[in-house]
């Protein structure tokens, strides 16, 4: 049970991660117009990926332009996504 919890706390942090990253891309209204711009958006959204991709999946449900199936095998990517940053931001902070 002890795994479990460690799991789910694990994809809490990088699933919080993920969302302060994409909400402070949002605020600097960051464009990726040049070279350096393109390869910053990249990296940011690396970490924010889950978040983004979230709210989407969520607009796409209700939206009824996906199957709840879809819905669920998207959310479990995100999921694993999360867990990855989630191991990286514990990693960092254990070793700190």
Not at 5 to 18: E, H, P, R, W
Not at 30 to 54: C, H, N, W, Y
Request: with cysteine; hydrophobic share 55%.
């Amino acid at each position: 049970m002890l795994e479990l919890t460690l799991v789910l706390y694990t994809i809490a942090v990088g699933f919080t991660a993920s969302a302060i990253t994409a909400n402070l891309y949002r605020i600097c209204h960051a464009k990726g117009e040049t070279d350096s711009g393109q390869l910053v958006r990249l990296v940011v959204m690396t970490i924010a990926g889950p978040s983004v991709l979230f709210e989407t999946a969520i607009r796409r449900l209700l939206a009824k332009e996906w199957t709840a199936i879809v819905f669920w095998l998207v959310t479990s990517g995100i999921a694993y996504w999360s867990l990855a940053i989630g191991l990286l931001i514990l990693d960092i902070s254990i070793h700190m």
